[in-house]
């Protein structure tokens, strides 16, 4: 603006005094100057309009929004946010339209100082406009609003303005605490599009939403909504385990409420959620929510159990059963696991590994168990005898064979035990073992034969009448067994009897192999 005459000076120090010191009856002189020639009396008469804060002024000052002067322009939609006035909502929301960058740019601001919820949705559309100030301005606006402003914000999320949505999802993730309950109640809700925009955001919030939605997730009264809260979660990730490990542990926690937070963990994976959960199968002091632990473990899947037969050197007797029993449900996906634990040189490992494939039973499982019966430790050829047994694959009856010569009586009697559960696959080896040259090794067929139970008689008795007490022996029980489970030939009935007739059976039955 150019240099003005001291008397024009005088006069804007006139209208500025009656800004601050005058009511609404300088409102008429004030409007008066808004059509002086000078500008910057037009200027000064639209800011004291403003500082007086009368709701009158209102038509005049939108009147100013058409000066040709530049300040004055601006000045005036300025002065509008300064009365307060719900009365100006209208024609700044209007204003908002204009194809002038500034224009809207002071719009928003002058809209942002009044308290009316209608403001709202004009500053929300203003959170697209295409002029980086406004949507600059709009955004912090909103981000600092009271939580009234939350609905429509919410409301925006449904906009079929894609633009719009990830403004207004900024804008309520920027908002902190204070949007919170409202998105809350959002995600509660019975409408569909409203849970959802609520999900939205939260998503967005990541650690900060963690409280809010463990909350409702251990509250009973909200379990209608229980999916898309634990679906929230999954969706932020390893920063929500430590809650959820807290609902787990409270004793005040139903089955539903448990389940769905085991499942929350399992589907939110990665090293943090196996991690803790792996810990809390290690402590007994957990109770039943070691079990629970364990079994969402096993539903993570074979990455969850890398590794966790080491952890079977320093379990209790208790969580050493637990960790079998998550092996034991994984089946075939826990192999590879498995042979690791099998591998080990600890028997407090490889004892329970061996079991588990016994159980297992897959190929895999079974050339890992062959393997073992050769090992070095007899504790190991023995749990692998014991687990082949339980598969029961007449493809091991060759190497149960040659276990039958072990040096160690309990590696022998696992084998011969191990073969008769084979059944008749493993028969004619039995029998063959009888003529060697070796007692323990004829003992052992013996046993076999006798865990069997439908032994050949003819061929028992024949072994029989051999000298060798412990064969004897052990015939004898077999025989004894077949008396008292199986229906007889007549034929077989004549050889039994002379085998009851010589070594007692009644003396027989006493004993224990």
């Known amino acids: 603006m150019e240099p003005v005459s001291k008397r024009v000076q005088k006069r804007i120090q006139q209208i500025e005094k009656l800004g601050w010191d005058g009511d609404q009856s300088t409102i008429p002189s004030l409007v008066r100057e808004l059509s002086h020639d000078n500008p910057q009396v037009r200027l000064v008469a639209v800011k004291s309009l403003g500082r007086l804060g009368d709701p009158s002024a209102i038509p005049y000052?939108?009147?100013?929004?058409?000066?040709?002067?530049?300040?004055?322009?601006?000045?005036?939609?300025?002065?509008?946010?300064?009365?307060?006035?719900?009365?100006?909502?209208?024609?700044?929301?209007?204003?908002?339209?204009?194809?002038?960058?500034?224009?809207?740019?002071?719009?928003?601001?002058?809209?942002?100082?009044?308290?009316?919820l209608r403001t709202v949705p004009g500053i929300l559309e203003a959170l697209v406009d295409e002029d980086r100030n406004v949507r600059k301005a709009a955004a912090g606006i909103l981000s600092q609003s009271e939580k009234a402003a939350i609905p429509e914000l919410l409301e925006a999320l449904h906009s079929s303005n894609r633009s719009v949505r990830w403004a207004a999802t900024n804008v309520l993730k920027s908002m902190g605490e204070a949007v919170i309950p409202g998105l809350m109640e959002a995600l509660c809700s019975n409408?569909?599009?409203?849970?959802?925009?609520?999900?939205?955001?939260?998503?967005?919030?990541?650690?900060?939403a963690i409280p809010g939605l463990t909350s409702i997730l251990a509250s009973p009264e909200y379990?209608?909504?229980?999916?898309?809260?634990?679906?929230?979660?999954?969706?932020?990730?390893?920063?929500?385990?430590?809650?959820?490990?807290?609902?787990?542990?409270?004793?005040?926690?139903?089955?539903?409420?448990?389940?769905?937070?085991?499942?929350?963990?399992?589907?939110?994976?990665?090293r943090t959620v196996m991690s803790t959960l792996r810990q809390v199968v290690l402590d007994d002091s957990h109770g039943d929510l070691q079990e629970m632990a364990a079994q969402a473990l096993a539903e993570i899947g074979a990455e969850a159990i890398v590794g966790l037969s080491e952890d079977l050197r320093k379990a209790s007797p208790s969580a050493r059963r637990i960790i079998t029993g998550i092996f034991n449900q994984m089946g075939e996906a826990a192999v590879p696991s498995l042979l690791e634990g099998l591998a080990s040189e600890d028997r407090t490992i490889y004892v329970p590994m061996a079991w588990v494939l016994g159980v297992i039973g897959n190929t895999a499982a079974m050339l890992g168990l062959l393997r073992a019966l050769r090992s070095e430790d007899w504790m190991k050829r023995w749990a692998a005898a014991r687990s082949l047994g339980i598969i029961g694959s007449?493809?091991?009856?060759?190497?149960?064979?040659?276990?039958?010569?072990?040096?160690?009586?309990?590696?022998?009697?696992?084998?011969?035990?191990?073969?008769?559960?084979?059944?008749?696959?493993?028969?004619?080896?039995?029998?063959?073992?009888?003529?060697?040259?070796?007692?323990?090794?004829?003992?052992?067929?013996?046993?076999?034969?006798?865990?069997?139970?439908?032994?050949?008689?003819?061929?028992?008795?024949?072994?029989?009448?051999?000298?060798?007490?412990?064969?004897?022996?052990?015939?004898?029980?077999?025989?004894?067994?077949?008396?008292?489970?199986?229906?007889?030939?007549?034929?077989?009935?004549?050889?039994?009897?002379?085998?009851?007739?010589?070594?007692?059976?009644?003396?027989?039955s006493q004993r224990s192999v």
């Open 61 to 116: 000052l939108f009147q100013a929004v058409a000066d040709p002067d530049r300040e004055v322009q601006l000045s005036a939609i300025q002065a509008l946010g300064w009365i307060g006035s719900a009365d100006a909502v209208p024609g700044l929301l209007d204003l908002l339209k204009s194809p002038d960058n500034e224009i809207r740019l002071y719009t928003v601001m002058s809209l942002s100082w009044i308290d009316d």
């Open 394 to 508: 007449p493809d091991a009856v060759n190497g149960l064979l040659k276990n039958l010569k072990d040096e160690d009586n309990g590696v022998r009697i696992a084998a011969a035990e191990a073969l008769a559960a084979i059944g008749e696959e493993a028969l004619p080896g039995l029998i063959g073992a009888l003529r060697s040259s070796e007692p323990h090794v004829r003992w052992a067929a013996a046993i076999g034969l006798v865990a069997m139970g439908e032994p050949d008689i003819p061929i028992l008795v024949n072994y029989w009448r051999s000298q060798e007490y412990d064969t004897r022996w052990a015939i004898a029980r077999a025989v004894d067994k077949v008396r008292t489970t199986h229906a007889i030939d007549p034929v077989s009935s004549l050889l039994l009897d002379e085998v009851t007739r010589t070594f007692d059976s009644a003396d027989v």
């Open 223 to 270: 379990f209608h909504c229980h999916p898309i809260v634990s679906k929230a979660l999954v969706q932020i990730g390893e920063a929500s385990v430590p809650a959820l490990l807290d609902i787990l542990q409270s004793q005040e926690q139903n089955p539903d409420t448990r389940d769905i937070v085991l499942q929350t963990l399992v589907e939110i994976g990665g």
């Open 191 to 208: 409408d569909e599009e409203s849970q959802m925009a609520a999900y939205r955001v939260l998503c967005d919030m990541e650690e900060s």
